[in-house]
């Protein structure tokens, strides 16, 4: 197989945990013989120093080009001054929209080997956390029209948040057969107490559900959701919902497993191509040091294998060589325990990929 890959190292630890992620690529190529192409193009801070803006014309349409993308972090503190309309994050949502990019698939796994950097008690977390948040990514508050204004002698801002029918049918469908591949299981998050946005959102799923009955569905409000996940989180499998609200559950979701370094995503279209980055941020404060967790990047890496490849035992293959190299005890500083040994994020990718070749 030939894959072109456009790969955004972006800012902070980005490059360095892209690196690796890539590093352990190459290793699934020499196995598989398959061929990545990989074209770099700068986003982020790195692009407005250079550029002046976050992403060029000619990179958005490098991103467009390829089969897939692959991303580390973007912004810093650098450029927190930026005016709004070329901050580094600007970028992102961009290439999202660009792209289609509309379902964010974010798993929450913990690792047996880490149950004790969880802070949930071992009676809460039981045999382990598996769920999957599917984030509609497109719409909603974010992409809704925004002011800010003088109404009466005071100032007031305006954030509209939207949904059509269709988009919510689309993330729906994404939902439903994600749960249907898993344990089949659906939640759908939403504030239909209070938004109109979320009483369509409850309307639409409750119409597909009558078209997956093999799945188990319900509904449950934002703030139980947000209770849930900390009193009783095992009780989930898929939950789906809007982009707001899904922003702010994944990151709760991702110190579930002890460290958010250790968290993957996919973002998709409605076609083969995706983007893959891990859900943390670019960390300035170690960039360059070799102290970053590059787990997140390389399991994302694996997601695009698995969703935009379609290349199931490479991506079974990735996951196996992590878990691996947890069981030898190898760690990264936000996921050291007494008795294991501490590596530093390069050490961590020649690791995985040793267990790579050996399984």
């Known amino acids: 197989m030939q894959k072109n890959i456009t790969v955004l190292s972006g800012d902070g630890i980005g490059p360095e945990i892209v690196r690796e992620a890539i ?5 699934v190529c020499a ?30 349409q490098q991103c467009k080009s390829a089969d897939s993308v692959l991303l580390g972090a973007v912004g810093g503190p650098k ?60 719409g909603g508050v974010y992409f809704g029209e925004r002011r800010t204004g003088e109404e009466n002698g005071d100032i007031v801002a305006h954030d ?8 919510i049918r689309r993330i729906g469908r994404v939902a439903f057969e994600t749960a249907r591949k898993r344990r089949g299981r659906l939640a759908s998050v939403d504030k239909a107490n209070v ?32 209770m849930q996940l900390i009193k009783n989180p ?32 996919a973002s998709l279209s409605e076609g083969t191509l995706g983007m893959y980055e891990p859900i943390h ?24 294998l698995r969703y935009s490849f379609s290349l199931t035992e490479e991506a079974d293959l990735i996951e196996s060589a992590v878990n691996r190299a947890l069981d030898l005890g190898y760690r990264t500083g936000d996921i050291f325990q007494p008795g294991c040994t501490k590596v530093g994020c390069s050490e961590m990718g020649d690791c995985i990929t040793a267990c790579l070749a050996r399984i």
Not at 199 to 223: C, F, G, K, N, T
Not at 291 to 304: C, D, E, F, K, Y
Request: hydrophobic share 40%; net charge negative.
């Open 23 to 27: 590093k352990v690529l190459d290793a």
């Open 31 to 60: 196995r598989f013989h398959h061929t990545f192409r990989y074209t770099y193009v700068d986003i982020g801070g790195c692009s407005i120093d250079k550029y002046g803006v976050p992403i060029t014309e000619e990179g958005m």
């Open 79 to 138: 450029w927190d001054n930026c005016p709004p309309a070329i901050r580094p994050e600007k970028a992102l949502l961009a290439v999202r929209k660009e792209l289609g990019l509309f379902a964010n698939l974010r798993p929450t796994r913990l690792f047996p080997q880490l149950a004790s950097a969880s802070p949930l008690k071992e009676s809460i977390v039981g045999d382990g956390i598996d769920l999957l948040i599917v984030r509609e990514l497109t």
């Open 160 to 167: 509209d948040m939207n949904y059509s029918t269709r988009e």
């Open 195 to 226: 938004l109109d946005t979320s009483r369509l959102w409850r309307r639409v799923m409750h119409e597909l559900a009558q078209e997956y009955p093999d799945v188990i569905y319900s509904d449950i409000l934002v703030d139980n959701t947000a």
């Open 234 to 265: 095992t009780q989930f499998d898929v939950l789906v919902t809007e982009n707001m609200f899904g922003d702010i559950l994944s990151d709760e979701a991702s110190m579930l497993t002890g460290s958010i370094g250790m968290m993957p995503s």
């Open 281 to 304: 941020g670019s960390a300035p404060d170690i960039a360059g040091q070799n102290l970053a967790n590059p787990i997140g990047t390389i399991l994302s890496a694996a997601m695009m």
